[in-house]
Every structure is written in C-alpha cells, then in structure tokens.
C-alpha cells in the first residue's frame, strides 16, 4: 500500500559524494520516521541515519559527520548527503518509512535498494 523509490546511487571515488533520493507513494496518511539503511554483501542490513516527522536526526557512528539526513514532508521524501565516501560505504542502502496508512493502520515499508559502489 505505501511505495517507496529510492534513487542516487551510483559508482564514486573515495572522498567523493552522492545524494540518495526516496520518495514515497500510496495510502498515506501520515509519515512518521523515515531512515536510510544499508546492507554490504555478507553482512546484516544496518541503520544509517533516521529522521522524524519533525526533524530529529539519528546516525550510525560510522555516517556521523560525513552523512546528512533530510526530508521533505510536502513531497513525502527524504534525502541523505553523503560525503567524503570510504570503501567500507559500499552497500545497497534502502529507504524505510514508518506511519499509518489511510485506514489508518501502521505501515513499516521498505525500498527497492539502490547500490553505492566506493572504489577508485
């Protein structure tokens, strides 16, 4: 019922930038944390940044200082600023968005992925 597509990903240089996209779509009434995760090949999926509907921000220690979250509440998007990029970012990083849905039951969904490559 709610879609979410992400969208930025790409093949940088170490030190270089990107800035994942996510918008959402569906029987939404209301969006209330929207997060960025990440999942390397053999490894868990893991958070990278969340952002509350009024715009608290958490981080991953690894995404501190480097990475910024936003969001859009009028166009249902969110954003993550990505610089001075490391190898160890290589990852599909996935967009997640918590709320209630227009009959008004909590959704937990999740994007497609979209793949960041680190490498020089």
């Known amino acids: 019922q709610v879609q979410l597509v992400e969208s930025g990903g790409g093949l940088v240089q170490p030190g270089g930038s990107l800035r994942l996209s996510c918008v959402a779509s569906?029987?939404?009434?209301?969006?209330?944390?929207m997060g960025w995760y990440r999942q390397a090949p053999g490894k868990q999926r893991e958070l990278v940044a969340i952002i509350s509907s009024g715009g608290s921000t958490n981080y991953a220690d690894s995404a501190k200082g480097r990475f910024t979250i936003s969001r859009d509440n009028a166009k249902k998007s969110v954003f993550l600023q990505m610089n001075s990029l490391k190898p160890e970012d290589t990852a599909v990083y996935y967009c997640?968005?918590?709320?209630?849905?227009?009959?008004?039951?909590?959704?937990?969904?999740w994007g497609q992925g979209t793949q960041v490559t680190v490498s020089s």
């Open positions: 997640n968005a918590k709320g209630l849905s227009r009959s008004y039951r909590p959704y937990d969904s």
């Open positions: 569906g029987s939404i009434l209301s969006i209330n944390t």
